[in-house]
């Protein structure tokens, strides 16, 4: 028998850093997710209003490249942004055929209180660790996203 039946198998599976990986950023995306759902956003929400709040005024299509989402889901994610007053849709004073996104004051507070629930929610996650561990294990997370 290899190492890779029976009882072993799945434990070495279980002991890679991609997998271990993997599994602590799906608990840290649920924790953020459910922290931001207080505000009434899921993350592809989130993250088209921070791209707004950060670039815009934007063309739709600048969204679309700047976030790698498809076309179509953005503007489905503008239409509930802009329901729930977080941004609007003008036409682009460059290109009047096309539109520019900007975030609203609303959306601005929004943003705020979804930081602070996100750093909350991040904070949860790495409370197994200690201060100068949690900052390490950034670091470390750091290098070898760069790599």
Known sequence: MTRFEGPDALGHIQSLPSWLVGRVAARGRNLVAD?????????????????VAEYGPVAQA?????LGFDAK???????????????VRRPDPRDRRKNAVTVTSTGLRTLER???????????LLAPLSEAEGKQLMELLGRVYEA
């Open 35 to 51: 922290a931001i759902a207080e505000e009434g956003l899921r993350l592809p929400q989130h993250a088209v209003l921070a791209a």
């Open 73 to 87: 889901d953005v503007v489905l994610l503008l239409n509930h942004l802009e329901d729930a007053g977080l941004a």
């Open 62 to 66: 600048d969204l679309v490249r700047r």
């Open 114 to 124: 979804c930081a602070e629930l996100a750093e909350r929610a991040n904070a949860e």
